[in-house]
């Protein structure tokens, strides 16, 4: 699975990894540790159609539901069944076996518009990571 | 439901909207992960027709509207923070508006140690930050859901004599939650979202929101 150094991040705290022309995209251990406990996943069902920030998936812990966005365009070619039926997961292990689904990008390059890794760390130290969109 | 989440979706970011609504008869609302035979079953028990049952956007659990005062609050939610933070502060709001007007109220704390429970009838019993009164009976709880940088609250809110004191109890809860955030809570709805609203009341009338699982 995909090491953070090797991710692309954004501002609303997903990650995306582009390998073999798909891409796995998972919210970050920030966001996780930010949600709190996971009881539920929704992540979309293969074959929509997602515009880049798009609403797509949601998680809830107790109480409250998140909506999370897709980092990039493309199509759904596979939703993560291990995260529906264990949420905990995404807490466990957000960028590894908690990853959310994959997409087949629209176009592979949009990834490397969004933040390296060690941006996406001096994002979270910034004023910005506190003021959302 | 499809006011709220025009309102969240179409409020401005910085502006805080609080609205108390009313229901037609005997509801049932319940939470965006929940499975609809679970709220279907509880309905029956209570003789709601499923006409009067809708899934919320909010998480949580199963609340009976029945007698209960129901609210909303819109507020800027920009920073991805813990939920319980924002719980409590919704509930601290609402407790100091209560205390204010001479109700016997406190927010609830779970023993040290205890697991958190997830219940699949909100009323069941407290959660940490609900109100409860002096035996501990909970008095308001709510939910929570969050779009970019905006989050929504919906809570429920069960006193003795509600109905002889509503609009003085209204006014209790939008003093205090104006307090807590030390913002202007406006209760006014423009005409815009109302038109949002009428596109989205058909999702929360349908099957494929409210039985989606």
């Known amino acids: ?133 | 439901m499809a006011l709220d989440e025009a309102v969240l979706v179409c409020a401005p970011p910085e502006r805080f909207v609080l609205r108390f609504f009313r229901w037609v008869g005997p509801a049932l609302t319940f939470g965006y992960s929940q499975p609809y035979a679970l709220a279907e079953a509880a309905a029956r028990s209570r003789s709601i027709p499923t006409g009067q049952v809708v899934r919320r956007a909010t998480g949580g659990g199963i609340v009976f509207h029945d007698g209960d005062l129901t609210f909303s609050l819109v507020f800027p939610w920009p920073r991805l923070s813990p939920p319980a933070e924002i719980y409590e502060k919704v509930h601290r709001g609402a407790l100091s508006g209560l205390l204010d007007s001479g109700m016997e109220a406190s927010l609830w704390a779970s023993p040290a140690g205890a697991a958190r429970l997830r219940r699949a009838q909100c009323f069941l019993g407290p959660e940490p930050s609900d109100l409860v009164d002096g035996c501990g009976r909970k008095l308001l709880g709510g939910a929570l859901r969050r779009r970019l940088s905006r989050g929504l609250y919906q809570g429920s809110l069960r006193l003795s004599g509600l109905d002889e004191r509503r609009t003085a109890f209204e006014a209790a809860l939008a003093a205090g939650l104006a307090r807590e955030w030390g913002r202007l809570l406006s209760c006014e709805l423009e005409p815009a979202w109302i038109a949002a609203a009428e596109d989205l009341a058909g999702k929360y009338a349908s099957e494929d929101w409210n039985r989606r699982r």
């Open chain 1, 1 to 133: 699975m995909p090491k953070p150094e090797n991710c692309r991040f954004t501002k609303t705290h997903e990650w995306a990894c582009l390998e073999g022309g798909v891409a796995t995209v998972g919210v970050t251990d920030h966001a996780q540790h930010e949600i709190t406990d996971i009881v539920f996943v929704e992540p979309p069902k293969p074959g929509r159609q997602l515009k880049a920030a798009e609403a797509c998936c949601v998680v809830e812990s107790v109480k409250a539901a998140f909506d999370i966005y897709s980092p990039i365009a493309g199509e759904v070619v596979a939703a993560n069944d291990a995260v529906t039926k264990d949420p905990a997961v995404v807490n466990r292990s957000p960028q590894e076996e908690g990853w959310l689904f994959k997409l087949k990008p629209a176009n592979p390059g949009e990834v490397n518009k969004l933040m390296d890794w060690k941006s996406y760390q001096e994002f979270l130290k910034t004023a910005e990571a506190h003021a959302g969109h």
